[in-house]
């Protein structure tokens, strides 16, 4: 089982527009020079990623050689289509944000980037996790992550997508979800999530990851009633990723459905 060993934790509000959350720093921090070996590969890295990601939504790679070598990873979500254009237009927004970073990180409605002076992109590859995590406005309340009181609703339905996720019958490591809950004094609601892990990685180290920060982002979060009151979240690692809110951020039918009475929406 791999370890999780730090969180760099990034609470970032929801916007309309891409991108929706970035992180600068990251593994390994640090800068470069515009006109370092390293900011070369790194003019290089965009068009690696998107020819790898013209047959499939998942993409990773590497330009030039150590000392200065850039790694990349993006992922689109699974019912997402022109996957290398949005990771396109990740890089160039990041590149604005986090001028000179040699390690970065931008979330799009529909793909994730990551780029890094550290080879992170295969899982246990002994680099430091982060977590990139946005929050949406609390137009809705939902209570997700406290079992035993009625507010384990999407906790619970995040370890079922988790699973259906990890151990899928294709290896598109991708699962989405929605529980209607019906509260006693409340109108009713539909919850809805997504979990989502590189296409690379075994189911068991899928299950793993995506388990892993989840109990990170509940452990470093849950006490904050700026997160858990808040309508939804979606918390990204370099590996895995999981989503839930309170309109459905997906396209299609969710694989996993569940209605329930519960006071987990208030």
Known sequence: M????????????????DPLGHLCGGVTGGDYTAQSTYGANLELLPAALRKNASSGLFTKGSVGAAPHTVYGLGLCRGDASACGDCI?????????????????????EKCVLSYSSHDFASYGSNATESLLVVVWPDDVKVKPMHPGNGESVVSEMIDEIAMMAAYSLTTARYATGRVDVNSTGAPPASIYSLAQCNQDLPPDDCRDCLDGIKKMFVGTYSSSSSVVSRQGAWVVGVWCNFRYGTHQFYQRQPMYMKSIGSSGVG
């Open 88 to 108: 396109g237009a990740a890089f160039g927004d990041v590149q604005q944000l986090c001028p000179l970073n040699r390690d970065a990180r931008a979330l799009h």
């Open 2 to 17: 791999i370890v999780l060993a730090l969180l760099l934790a990034y609470l970032l509000p929801f916007g309309d527009a």
